[in-house]
């Protein structure tokens, strides 16, 4: 089996107006999809990060990926990385080598061709992906509720695809703002009936610490001790407002993600509060984790296949989490089932994963796979029987989203500028 073509297809979602420590969401996230089409007459999907950059890559890494075998991912894996050049065993792969400085994510770049080199093996086989990565190890994959401080408004402009739905979900947490305690408590309150989620993230760094911890306890109080809840300041906080907050959320926080920035400060703060410190910044490559480790700066290592160079990788990743007592958990970004679809089969095949993944897949209300939006059952999503992903393309939401990238005019993600449209002069702060 050769790939013959690869696709590459640029898209927008919409996405809602939900604030982070870095600013504000844009009306559009952009999201790259990946067909890589054979010889036999197979398509593997994948999907990746958006924005001009990782196009850029997927362009160059072409030459190397039109005629290869698509079980021969450690030979793509050094030719993308470029290191490697001159060196026994080069030279396996149609293209050659790239030197490491013309691809700015090699990792992430070959993450998201193995995604979908993986979906091929798996069709071709007639297994489902998380058999090629040691087999499940679990039927279902719970997720957590992931809960954003957000203006009000479903995202996308006049005449696109998101204005259009808007009526739809008029009264629901998708539009509504939430800006308090109470806001976010009621946000959580429909997001969990509606999808069944039995753990609570939120998204922190945005609001006064004092605001920030009252809306925790709110949780806490409306949700019980039974419900674990998480708070991720992005590392926006100081030291000294992570140790004091930190200490006053001890016993109700199921774990504390990058209270604080860099791994000497995430140590530092790991010591005086006794509570489990998370991350998907301060360790996100294998190069970083002996630092980790010696700095004790995390306990919990959030995975993410398309940072840490696809799902093999992750793989090790958690055989490392285990050797080294880690936890280890799963980050998430704007996406579609894609996406969604990898990290189940992912998680279905590592036993340690034992904390619900994180997931934006709720804020959004389009989707690029036949069948539509993927459906939760009580906060958790049944790993798919189907070989490979368990995916097919929906050509024509495919050719809307991507209508959406070419028609909303961001080529790449600004959070800030967003800010600055609705409070001008705003700026990064840190509490």
Same mark, same amino acid.
């Given at each position: 089996?050769?790939?013959?073509?690869?696709? *590459?297809?640029?898209?927008?979602?919409?996405?809602?107006?939900?604030?982070?420590?870095?600013?504000?969401?844009?009306?559009?996230?952009?999201?790259?999809?990946?067909?890589?089409?054979?010889?036999?007459?197979?398509?593997?999907?994948?999907?990746?990060?958006?924005?001009?950059?990782?196009?850029?890559?997927?362009?160059?890494?072409?030459?190397?990926?039109?005629?290869?075998?698509?079980?021969?991912?450690?030979?793509?894996?050094?030719?993308?990385?470029?290191?490697?050049?001159?060196?026994?065993?080069?030279?396996?792969?149609?293209?050659?080598?790239?030197?490491?400085?013309?691809?700015?994510?090699?990792?992430?770049?070959?993450?998201?061709?193995?995604?979908?080199?993986?979906?091929?093996?798996?069709?071709?086989?007639?297994?489902?992906?998380?058999?090629?990565?040691?087999?499940?190890?679990?039927?279902?994959?719970?997720?957590?509720?992931?809960?954003?401080?957000?203006?009000?408004?479903?995202?996308?402009?006049?005449?696109?695809?998101?204005?259009?739905?808007?009526?739809?979900?008029?009264?629901?947490?998708?539009?509504?703002?939430?800006?308090?305690?109470?806001?976010?408590?009621?946000?959580?309150?429909?997001?969990?009936?509606?999808?069944?989620?039995?753990?609570?993230?939120?998204?922190?760094?945005?609001?006064?610490?004092?605001?920030?911890?009252?809306?925790?306890?709110?949780?806490?109080?409306?949700?019980?001790?039974?419900?674990?809840?998480?708070?991720?300041?992005?590392?926006?906080?100081?030291?000294?407002?992570?140790?004091?907050?930190?200490?006053?959320?001890?016993?109700?926080?199921?774990?504390?993600?990058?209270?604080?920035?860099?791994?000497?400060?995430?140590?530092?703060?790991?010591?005086?509060?006794?509570?489990?410190?998370?991350?998907?910044?301060?360790?996100?490559?294998?190069?970083?984790?002996?630092?980790?480790?010696?700095?004790?700066?995390?306990?919990?290592?959030?995975?993410?296949?398309?940072?840490?160079?696809?799902?093999?990788?992750?793989?090790?990743?958690?055989?490392?989490?285990?050797?080294?007592?880690?936890?280890?958990?799963?980050?998430?970004?704007?996406?579609?089932?894609?996406?969604?679809?990898?990290?189940?089969?992912?998680?279905?095949?590592?036993?340690?994963?034992?904390?619900?993944?994180?997931?934006?897949?709720?804020?959004?209300?389009?989707? *690029?796979?036949?069948?539509?939006?993927?459906?939760?059952?009580?906060?958790?999503?049944?790993?798919?029987?189907?070989?490979?992903?368990?995916?097919?393309?929906?050509?024509?939401?495919?050719?809307?989203?991507?209508?959406?990238?070419?028609?909303?005019?961001?080529?790449?993600?600004?959070?800030?500028?967003?800010?600055?449209?609705?409070?001008?002069?705003?700026?990064?702060?840190?509490?």
């Amino acid at each position: 089996m050769r790939i013959l073509e690869m696709k *590459v297809t640029p898209c927008a979602i919409t996405d809602p107006p939900l604030r982070s420590a870095f600013g504000l969401h844009a009306p559009y996230a952009l999201r790259s999809i990946i067909e890589l089409v054979t010889d036999n007459g197979l398509v593997g999907l994948s999907e990746t990060h958006g924005g001009t950059a990782v196009l850029h890559d997927l362009e160059l890494a072409r030459p190397l990926v039109i005629g290869m075998d698509p079980a021969h991912l450690t030979s793509l894996e050094v030719a993308l990385d470029g290191r490697q050049a001159g060196k026994p065993g080069s030279g396996s792969l149609p293209g050659g080598y790239l030197e490491q400085s013309r691809l700015t994510l090699p990792t992430l770049i070959f993450g998201a061709i193995e995604v979908a080199c993986l979906d091929l093996l798996g069709q071709y086989a007639g297994l489902p992906l998380c058999d090629l990565l040691g087999g499940r190890y679990r039927d279902e994959v719970p997720f957590s509720a992931y809960l954003f401080y957000k203006h009000a408004g479903l995202g996308g402009s006049d005449g696109f695809a998101g204005e259009s739905q808007a009526a739809k979900h008029r009264n629901d947490f998708l539009v509504r703002q939430a800006l308090s305690a109470g806001e976010l408590v009621d946000q959580a309150l429909e997001m969990c009936a509606r999808h069944g989620f039995q753990s609570l993230k939120l998204k922190g760094g945005v609001l006064s610490p004092e605001e920030e911890v009252r809306t925790i306890l709110a949780l806490r109080e409306a949700f019980g001790p039974q419900t674990p809840l998480r708070i991720d300041p992005n590392g926006y906080w100081s030291v000294e407002t992570a140790i004091k907050y930190g200490r006053q959320l001890e016993g109700v926080l199921e774990y504390f993600e990058d209270p604080v920035s860099g791994k000497a400060n995430m140590g530092q703060v790991a010591r005086e509060v006794n509570i489990p410190l998370a991350t998907n910044m301060c360790c996100t490559s294998f190069p970083e984790i002996p630092e980790t480790l010696q700095t004790g700066a995390v306990q919990i290592i959030l995975s993410d296949h398309h940072i840490w160079g696809g799902l093999h990788n992750s793989v090790k990743l958690a055989k490392i989490c285990q050797t080294w007592n880690l936890g280890l958990s799963m980050h998430s970004n704007t996406h579609f089932g894609i996406s969604l679809l990898a990290m189940t089969h992912l998680a279905a095949a590592i036993p340690n994963l034992t904390y619900a993944c994180d997931t934006h897949y709720p804020w959004q209300v389009e989707e *690029v796979i036949e069948g539509g939006k993927l459906e939760f059952s009580g906060g958790s999503l049944k790993v798919p029987d189907q070989p490979g992903l368990g995916a097919k393309l929906d050509q024509a939401a495919l050719a809307q989203l991507h209508e959406n990238y070419l028609r909303c005019g961001i080529t790449r993600r600004d959070d800030v500028l967003e800010m600055q449209k609705i409070e001008p002069g705003w700026k990064l702060r840190f509490w």
